[in-house]
């Protein structure tokens, strides 16, 4: 049994019918609750539920202080490679994307990691497009093997792999991975994913379990929000991360919310999410698990992100390059998506104290 068998239960849900039947009782009733269910969940992403945001957001915070403390962790980016044989509609990386393609060389991403590393930044998620030939489990551990000099924590962001590929990772000295499944909507994945192994909607979603069953520390997942009807994809997101936090008791499970921002290429999906959407995702996500890591990355803007400190979130990205080699040439070449948020990681850390939280930088050492 994998998280796919639990989807299936939901996949066919009218949800619809549930928001039409949810009323404003039913919302006071479950924010008051100390545990909630999955029904209990959806109602608070109902449009009934935007009526008790204030309330929500006051409980998010109150359940965030209690499990986490008032901290953030402060962690950053670094793009090894962008090359990438998925033609995928929404992303820079599309194979398809005419643009002079980099993958770095070992000495650059020393360069890259004494230039993180002077910042203070002790947490580093290196990423890639899904170019195994070229940019492979090999390649990886080559590059961790360089960056555990510098950084107490090394997590990954690249593309599906096989439980022995990621128990390999680990030996070398990775020990978290971000897996986005894009949406959880198998016929829009289907249309927005036109050719490459992307584009196999189940492998991919069965791929933070493969890490979790590797022994991997954290594991975080998402989706593209925009890309459907945001609700429908907070649902299943949130139903994903309760699935692996029950059978997986001993990993770290977080979700991020990222937000669909400008690329190479601008995908139309008529599907937009505003700040008052995934306020309400992430308040009603923090009521239905407390304990729960929430990185938000720099897609977002420094006033969205300030508010968003005190409502649930746990990590946040600071200083941020997403071009191949941006850390030590921002002109390198393109990046995969905008960034909103541009404060460097000093900018961050002092926002973060003035609104009265902690700046952390490394709260992980592997022995």
């Not at 190479?264 to 304990?291: H, Y």
Request: aromatic fraction near 10%; glycine fraction near 6%.
């Amino acid at each position: 049994m994998s998280f796919y068998d639990e989807f299936l239960q939901y996949s066919d849900a009218d949800m619809e019918a549930v928001f039409q039947h949810t009323t404003s009782a039913d919302i006071e009733r479950i924010i008051g609750k100390d545990r909630l269910t999955p029904k209990d969940f959806l109602a608070l992403l109902s449009p009934k539920a935007e009526e008790h945001l204030e309330w929500m957001a006051q409980k998010a915070n109150e359940l965030t202080v209690q499990n986490f403390g008032r901290v953030i962790l402060l962690y950053t980016p670094m793009y090894l490679s962008d090359y990438c044989t998925n033609k995928c509609t929404y992303c820079g990386f599309n194979v398809t994307n005419t643009f002079t393609r980099k993958q770095l060389t070992m000495e650059e991403v020393e360069k890259e990691a004494q230039t993180v590393a002077a910042s203070g930044i002790q947490h580093i998620l290196i990423l890639t497009g899904e170019a195994p030939a070229i940019a492979g489990v090999p390649y990886m551990k080559e590059c961790v093997g360089i960056l555990k000099r510098y950084f107490s924590s090394i997590a990954i962001e690249v593309y599906a792999m096989e439980e022995e590929e990621y128990a390999e990772l680990m030996e070398a000295g990775v020990e978290s991975m971000t897996m986005y499944q894009e949406t959880y909507n198998p016929l829009l994945y289907d249309r927005l994913h036109l050719k490459g192994p992307k584009k196999d909607y189940r492998y991919r979603l069965d791929a933070p379990e493969r890490a979790c069953r590797a022994g991997m520390r954290g594991v975080n997942i998402g989706a593209l929000l925009g890309l459907d009807d945001w609700r429908r994809d907070g649902f299943f997101t949130g139903l994903h991360a309760n699935y692996l936090q029950n059978k997986y008791p001993g990993v770290e499970v977080s979700i991020s919310l990222p937000r669909i921002r400008p690329t190479m290429g601008n995908c139309e999906t008529g599907n937009s999410v505003n700040d008052k959407s995934i306020v309400q995702f992430m308040t009603a996500f923090r009521l239905f698990m407390p304990r729960a890591g929430m990185p938000l990355s720099t897609r977002e803007n420094a006033e969205f992100r300030n508010h968003a400190i005190k409502l649930g979130i746990t990590k946040m990205s600071a200083g941020v390059q997403t071009a191949v080699g941006g850390h030590i040439d921002s002109q390198e070449n393109s990046g995969q998506f905008a960034v909103s948020d541009t404060r460097n990681v000093k900018e961050m850390s002092d926002a973060i104290l003035q609104l009265g939280y902690q700046p952390v930088f490394k709260d992980w050492q592997a022995i």
